[in-house]
């Protein structure tokens, strides 16, 4: 019998991804909560214990292994050179369900139009060792700072350039600067201890955890719909559904009218559902989904 005591310490991130974090588990299943200036935030799971930590430092615990496994950017995992296993990506951020990027970026009126003229300039930036790795791949040698924050108001008093993290690019517009080059693009990572990886009660736990983990973020641009229709009607209304798989079609009590019901992508539903109605479906319901196992 498994030890009752048994725990898997789990690392989450705090600041710009918590809610985000958050919200992701609270669709897979699992429901965090935290007062603003608490780091141990209370999970409705016994065998976790969760610490809210910055992104940046989640990667170096979790080699250590004083996190047993945690979430963080791909970005944080190679600037910090840690050497983790990668159970799951899952593509979300802030704001949206997308990878992030981390540019180079100058003031409009800058003369640096390639990162070849950063030859001899000063760089700030959180990721000093992404930039650096960079760099020499490139061929330039630049002195890179690290910066504590507000790095788009550095350039051009400070700095010549800098280097930081975007999803839709708008801070930076907003900021009279234009994007040099992308350096890398990053997702969200489930990470985990490589020894604890070799631990077969804490394997089984994380696998199930990144399962309904990357269930929950399938399920985010999903809708489910149903429908009832007549049965003559099925090839034509069938025709227009882009599924996952074959829609469930089951008969009604009356005769000749059957009901199906499909997953479809939610950017696709409000053109779909005029078609389906037009084509003769009746009583259309579309609900969310929390979650989508392939």
Known sequence: MKDRTMKLTLGLPKGSLQQATFELFRKAG???GVSSRSYFPTIDDPELSVILLRAQEISIYVEQGVLDAGVTGKDWIEENGSKVHEVAELVYAKTGFAPVRWVLAVPEDSP??????????????????????????????????????????????LVDAIVELTETGSSLRAHNLRIVETLMTSTTRFIVNTQAWDDAWKREKIENIALLLEGALHAEQKVGVKMNLLRDKLDEVTALIPALRNPTISSLTQEGWVAIEVVVDERVIRDLIPKLKAAGAEGIIEYPLNKVIY
Not at 124 to 142: H, P, S
């Open 112 to 157: 640096i139009q390639s990162v070849k003229d950063l030859q001899g300039k000063r760089i700030a930036t959180e990721a000093v060792n992404l930039t650096k790795n960079f760099l020499a791949k490139q061929g330039v040698e630049a002195a890179v700072e690290f910066s504590w924050g507000a790095t788009e108001v550095k350039v051009p008093a």
């Open 30 to 32: 699992y429901n965090v």
